[in-house]
């Protein structure tokens, strides 16, 4: 696992170096000016001032609850009881986000948008995304593991809606994109084959299932052989195990569990067995409690990011982050969790790579201000801590921002503003393309910030 000193020590450059009002930054520098201002470039002025709005947050049954969750403390919820599982700002009409007025009314920001995209997304954005917004922007607070899943690439999703438009219900991808709030664990991508031939040797209930013929092709496959041939032997492997019958299945499983529960007097679990043997408990008798052998363990320090591509397997286990993503609600799904599963689907998509995924740590890009590039063009997130007193400005960018308060107080400033510029926890804010933004610190403690945008590099 990679360090998260990278982060830290930046954090700790960015609070010591200080920042004026009109200091210069990155986010300004990213265009040139000429094409910036070239009316024949940008034929609508944008909307002056900066927006608030309305999350929606999503009860997802393996959410946290009560204040024990970020999402239902940030839309105050924490009351009502329920689970608190997503808050999502952006345009997905599964859950939009609406303007906030003090009359109750109920703009969507999808609606808003449509009016003047141009102006309110830049225009290349507008080009290249048909005039919505690009990514979707997310908190989530994890008590429960989610399914074991993947996201298809464009053309998957194109085929999917077509075919089931109630199950798959966008035609877009999905990469995204993790920054973890606090400890964050998940399951991410194959491990490798020396770690895959450990799990043959020393788990037999996965040795059974997995057949004798694929067995043997993988304890015998070499680390570097081009990998054309082990990913085929994985791909035959993993698609027999997660095809297993219920009640082949949950023999196995009954069978782990007891030997595991002999060895216990005798040997310290492995971290994967401790964490297979807690899935067991959630989720009795079901595949991706096996399953979790094949997938890379993967734990977040605050701070560190996790990005993944297309048809790339995953799983979320436990703790808050927040997620960025291509505007998508995409996801297919093969076990841990009562949800349909497209078993068939999701063993044909995947890329069978076996690595360990890359850990973001960020990049310090102004004081105060550590950002987060995926390979993707739709997002991109910036963290912003600011200690009391402290202030920093985001220069106008050719595209449109969201921000989220998600610790103290403060006042965003920009041209326009409709009221007092009160920026305070569970505060979100929409920021049109070539708008320039102060952020100042004012309460106690730090204020905590995160911008979700279109990828920099996408402008260059």
Known sequence: MASSSTASSSAQLGLGLGLGLGAMGGLGLLLPADREHDPELEPCSPPKGVLRLRGAVQHYEWGSRGDASLVARLAGETEEGRPCAELWMGTHPAAPSSLASDDGGAVSLREWLARNPAALLGRVVTARWDGDLPFLFKVLSVAKPLSIQAHPDRELARALHALRPTTYRDANHKPEMAVAVTEFRALCGFVSVQELKDVLRTVPEVRMLVGKEDVVKLMTAKEHDGGIGVRSYLQSAFTKLMATSKEAVAEAISKLRSRLNGEIKIRTFTEKEQLVLSLEQQYPGDVGVLSAFFFNYVKLR??????????????????????CMATSDNVIRAGLTPKYKDVQTLCSMLTYKQMF???????????????YTPPFDEFEVDRYLLPQGESVTMLPVPGPSIFLVMTGEGEIQADGMPDEGVAKEGDVFFVPARTEVKLHASGPGCLQLYRAGVNSRFFC
């Open 357 to 371: 995924p890359e850990i973001l740590q960020g990049v310090l890009v102004q004081p105060y201000v550590i950002r």
């Open 302 to 323: 605050p701070g560190e990011a996790l990005y993944i591509g297309a048809n790339e397997p995953h799983a979320y286990l436990s703790g808050e982050c927040v997620e």
